[in-house]
């Protein structure tokens, strides 16, 4: 009977995880569509009607989505790792060098996806991850410890503290926006060679040195050692004492995202300092989209263990998330090609509305091909959702194999021996 009941919770665990991570992609592809995949415009005519909900679609995505979507997104990618460390170890194998190898070729990886897309994270990750195999072998509160202080923004700090002591230096923290200029004329009005040349160098250089002064160097790693820590703790299994912790979770970052937002909105105005204010702009943001992702985060397990196996809306996307990495890819490569002047070139003829629209068409003709290819039995598949293709993502319960998360999804372009986790 425990038997029994474990594998339920591990099923469980597993489709929370999944349909938490379809979301948090959801939310990510209609930023991107917002942002027409970093070709930023906002000059079009329109009716009073379709501005007033032009604005308001944009106010109400970034308010709940922007830098919560990734956060999520990050803290579910530690999660899997410890998902995938744990098995190993209860099948007496070490892990560690299994996963900087799945690195690597995250690397690969990202190098395919910035070749269509100059806002690719996949790099970021990567690097990011190293740090896991070290701290696999941390104690809980050391992992505790420099997850907070990385998500403090020690370095954005400092440079305020030197830009107060010495008014003369001036740090704009703005060294990707040279990049950013060549990168969004190239997409308005160069052909697929000049995109594709143009993102080989300058496309990622615009977007690693943006991800580096927006905080994601610290934030990101912060965040994968947090999800790992949630993994040790066993906080996405459905019982009480869970629930209890993200009940008071829920409350914590409701209370402190109060002070923040006002800390976020109201004072940079008051900073006449351009270093200070500069890096302000990166420290107080980034903890109030922490505090804010928790709230998310917390709202969807209570909702999906309130119901007792998640409400339809929730299982719904679980496919979406199991091929996360497959679905982030091709959104970016199909993104562009609607946006982008080697394609349909619509970067300058539609506004936020009807590229929510196109956003949600993606998605849903993404989530169809999900269903599709997990439903094919017996068949060679991308995703190493399949119990044929891994079974780290499976734990032996003396009564078959039960699937475990295996990846943040780990899912397609893999094959047996060399999965790739994101």
């Known amino acids: 009977m425990a038997n029994t009941s474990d594998a339920m919770a591990s099923a469980q665990r597993l489709d929370v995880v999944d349909a938490l991570r379809g979301f948090a992609l959801l939310a990510i592809v ?105 701290a696999s072998g941390w104690s809980d509160r050391r992992v505790l410890i420099v997850a907070t202080v990385l998500m403090l923004q020690p370095y954005a700090w400092g440079k305020m503290i030197y830009g107060w002591l010495n008014p003369e230096y001036v740090d704009t923290n703005s060294l990707f926006a040279q990049f950013a200029a060549v990168a969004e004329e190239t997409g308005r009005h160069g052909g697929l060679l000049a995109t594709l040349a143009d993102n080989i160098w300058n496309g990622q250089l615009y977007s690693n040195f943006w991800q580096v002064e927006a905080g994601r160097l610290f934030q990101t790693p912060a965040l994968f050692l947090l999800g790992m820590w949630l993994g040790r703790r066993n906080l996405f299994s459905d019982d009480a004492a869970n629930r209890i912790f993200w009940k ?122 999900s269903r599709y290819w997990l439903g094919r039995a017996g068949s060679a598949r991308i995703s190493v959702e399949t119990r044929h293709m891994d079974r780290s993502r499976y734990t032996d319960n003396h009564q078959g194999l039960i699937p475990v998360d295996n990846g943040f999804s780990c899912d397609a372009w893999h094959s047996r021996a060399t999965s790739v986790c994101l």
């Open 30 to 134: 209609l930023l991107h569509n917002l942002e027409h995949y970093n070709i930023f415009y906002g000059n079009l005519a329109v009716p009073d009607w379709l501005g007033a909900t032009d604005r308001i679609l944009t106010d109400v995505i970034y308010f709940f989505f922007a830098g919560k979507a990734y956060a999520t997104f990050s803290l579910l990618f530690g999660f899997s790792f410890y998902i995938q460390m744990r098995n190993a170890r209860r099948r007496g194998h070490d892990f560690r060098l299994r996963f900087a190898w799945r690195m690597l070729l995250l690397v690969c990886f990202s190098q395919l996806h910035a070749l269509f897309y100059n806002g690719d994270i996949l790099l970021l990750y990567a690097f990011c991850g190293l740090l896991l195999i070290p």
């Open 248 to 369: 008071k979770a829920l409350m914590y970052a409701a209370v402190a995202a109060i002070p923040l937002y006002a800390l976020k909105t109201y004072v940079p105005q008051h900073i006449s300092n351009i270093t200070v204010a500069s890096y302000y702009g990166i420290a107080i943001p980034m903890l109030y989209n922490f505090v804010f992702m928790v709230i998310l985060v917390s709202l969807f397990i209570l909702a999906w263990y309130g119901r007792g196996n998640g409400y339809r809306f929730q299982r719904s996307i679980i496919a979406y998330g199991r091929m996360s990495l497959t679905n982030y890819i091709t959104q970016s490569i199909i993104g562009v090609a609607v946006y982008y002047n080697f394609g349909l070139g619509l970067w300058d003829s539609v506004g936020p509305a009807l590229s929510v629209l196109i956003g949600l068409a993606i998605f849903m003709a993404q989530l169809m091909f």
